[in-house]
C-alpha cells in the first residue's frame, strides 16, 4: 500500500516544493519553490502546535460555539495556545453593501476575570443583511462611543438612518443623522445579542 503525502508551503500555500537536504536531527527539509521558504512538513512534526491547520482547525471551532479549555482538550494542546491562535488572528470585517437603508446600534457586556471588571462590546448591525458593520470592546462610556462613530466614518458607506437605544453615548455620538430612538427599533440587534450568548461560551456567563 502507497501513501501519498501532498504538501503546501505553511507560508504562500503554494504546491512547489522540493526536498532540500536534512536537518541536523535527521529529518527531512523542504524548499518552497516560490517564496522560498524552507520547513519540515507537518508529517515530521512531533510538536502538534507547529502543525500549518491547527490555527484554523481552532477557529473554526471557536466559531463554531466551542470552549476555549474544550477545544485545548480536543486537540490536547494548552490553553495558552487556544488564546494565542484566537488574539493573532487577522480576519477583517469587510461590509457586504456600500449603501444600507437602516443601521441598528446597541452595547453588549461580559466580564474579564470577575463581575467587577465589566468589559463591554459597542457594534452596528444591519438587519436587512443579518451582518456585524463594525465593532469596538470597552468601557461604556462616551470615548468609546466615538471610537465606534470612527469606525464606521472610515468603512466609507453610506446609509439613511441610525437605530439605537436612548443611552446618552449614542446620542451625542449619532445625533447627527436621521435617528430613530426605542427598543421597537432595535428588535434585529437585540435578537443578535441573543444569539452571540448561545453561541459564544465566554459571553454565556
Not at 522540493?18 to 521558504?37: A, S, T, W
Not at 491547527?54 to 479549555?69: A, D
Not at 459597542?122 to 461604556?140: H, K, N
Request: glycine content about 6%; some cysteine; overall charge positive.
Amino acid at each position: 500500500m502507497k501513501i501519498t503525502i501532498t504538501l503546501t508551503c505553511p507560508q504562500c500555500r503554494s504546491s512547489k516544493i522540493v526536498k532540500n537536504g536534512n536537518k541536523i536531527y535527521k529529518k527531512q527539509n523542504y524548499l518552497c519553490k516560490d517564496c522560498h521558504r524552507q520547513f519540515i512538513g507537518d508529517h515530521n512534526l512531533t510538536y502538534k502546535c507547529c502543525h500549518s491547520s491547527l490555527c484554523h482547525r481552532l477557529k473554526k471551532m471557536l466559531v463554531r460555539g466551542v470552549g476555549i479549555r474544550d477545544a485545548a482538550y480536543i486537540e490536547k494542546i494548552s490553553v495558552n495556545k487556544v488564546l494565542s491562535a484566537l488574539s493573532k488572528t487577522d480576519y477583517r470585517i469587510v461590509p457586504k453593501n456600500s449603501h444600507y437603508k437602516n443601521l441598528e446600534v446597541d452595547e453588549f457586556w461580559s466580564y474579564v476575570g470577575n463581575k467587577e471588571n465589566k468589559l463591554w462590546l459597542l457594534y452596528v448591525y444591519s438587519s436587512e443583511t443579518g451582518e456585524i458593520i463594525c465593532y469596538v470592546f470597552g468601557r461604556r462610556n462616551l470615548k468609546t462611543a466615538r471610537k465606534l462613530k470612527q469606525k464606521l466614518s472610515e468603512l466609507c458607506i453610506s446609509y439613511e438612518t441610525t437605530c439605537s437605544g436612548n443611552w446618552r453615548g449614542f446620542v451625542v455620538v449619532l445625533g447627527g443623522v436621521s435617528r430613530r430612538v426605542g427598543k421597537e427599533y432595535t428588535v434585529g440587534i437585540k435578537g443578535n445579542n441573543c444569539r452571540l450568548r448561545h453561541r459564544i461560551r465566554r459571553a454565556c456567563r
